[in-house]
């Protein structure tokens, strides 16, 4: 268990001004057709988990608790009943529909009332996070409860994503999306902290050329601001993007590798909420009768 130890968060959601956090698994997937023709892509298996756990673990890394998960009306069935309300991992987790993707900064219209004022934290659902200092940087991010807060992450393919630009100094000159001419190598993975003003200055987007409210115009609304802070994630954190067959596979096969060799599992919820105090022995116990047999609940019952 002394692996594991470093996944406690700083604060809990005991505390009344703590963030809440939404998961964005909406969209039709259409990358990984025929795979998602029938099934939303954050409900198929990343290895031996949904894909949908390892942002939902992600937020539980930073301490956050209330989560709302957004999809379509089609979908949002089968994450009710994979997810529940939550309860089984010291969570509360809510439902809404997206009828038809408007962009990533659309999450918070459609969140407005869970929001209910606090500051918050929108994870994408196919984005998946692992690192030996990752819960300490989510955490610093989840305790700023001004502004907004971004990550910056190296990659040789910048154009592909996000991309934001550091002057000399270090300080941001400026954020694209998607630009044909990156200026830089670091692209903005799909996590992103915002205080409890990030309602309103949503509300005032207006939609791009293609039509979306994009996330990138509202980090450049705090940017402009002087009030948006990035921080990189270096070498020993690993983000990966699980859209498109060939992605997928790298994420299925990082963590089989990973798993294999250490006996310690990524984005394992029952796990975090035991470890963190979200849950009792007793809690633990009705993951393990439920998943009696397998190598899952196998593991749970070496907790």
């Not at 939550?86 to 900064?105: C, M, N, R, T, V």
Request: one cysteine or more; a negative charge; hydrophobic letters at 40%.
């Amino acid at each position: 268990m002394n692996a594991i130890f470093n996944i406690r968060p700083k604060r809990l959601a005991a505390d009344p001004s703590m963030r809440k956090g939404i998961v964005l698994a909406g969209g039709t997937g259409s990358r990984l057709f025929p795979m998602t023709h029938s099934v939303s892509k954050q409900l198929i298996p990343v290895y031996d988990k949904p894909m949908i756990y390892y942002p939902l673990t992600a937020l539980m890394l930073a301490g956050i608790r209330e989560i709302l998960v957004i999809s379509t009306p089609y979908d949002l069935p089968g994450f009710r009943h994979l997810l529940e309300d939550g309860s089984q991992w010291g969570l509360e987790i809510l439902y809404a529909e997206q009828p038809k993707p408007e962009g990533l900064a659309q999450a918070f219209l459609i969140g407005e009332k869970f929001i209910d004022g606090k500051p918050v934290c929108l994870v994408l659902g196919d984005n998946l996070f692992y690192g030996n200092e990752l819960a300490a940087s989510l955490c610093a991010a989840a305790s700023r409860m001004e502004g907004a807060t971004i990550f910056g992450y190296h990659t040789k393919a910048p154009e592909q994503y996000g991309v934001v630009e550091f002057d000399s100094d270090g300080g941001v000159v400026s954020i694209e999306e998607k630009p044909a001419h990156p200026k830089s190598n670091y692209a903005i993975p799909g996590i992103y902290f915002f205080d409890d003003t990030v309602v309103e200055r949503a509300k005032k987007l207006k939609p791009s050329a293609r039509g979306e409210l994009e996330i990138s115009d509202l980090n450049r609304v705090y940017l402009e601001r002087g009030e948006l802070k990035v921080e990189i994630l270096g070498r020993g954190t690993t983000w990966l993007d699980t859209g498109t067959p060939d992605s997928l596979a790298d994420a299925t096969q990082f963590v089989q590798v990973i798993q294999q060799r250490q006996g310690l599992k990524i984005a394992c919820p029952e796990e975090l909420a035991f470890v963190q105090g979200r849950i009792d022995r007793e809690k633990l116990n009705e993951s393990v009768v439920k998943y009696d047999g397998t190598p899952y609940g196998d593991y749970l019952k070496s907790l």
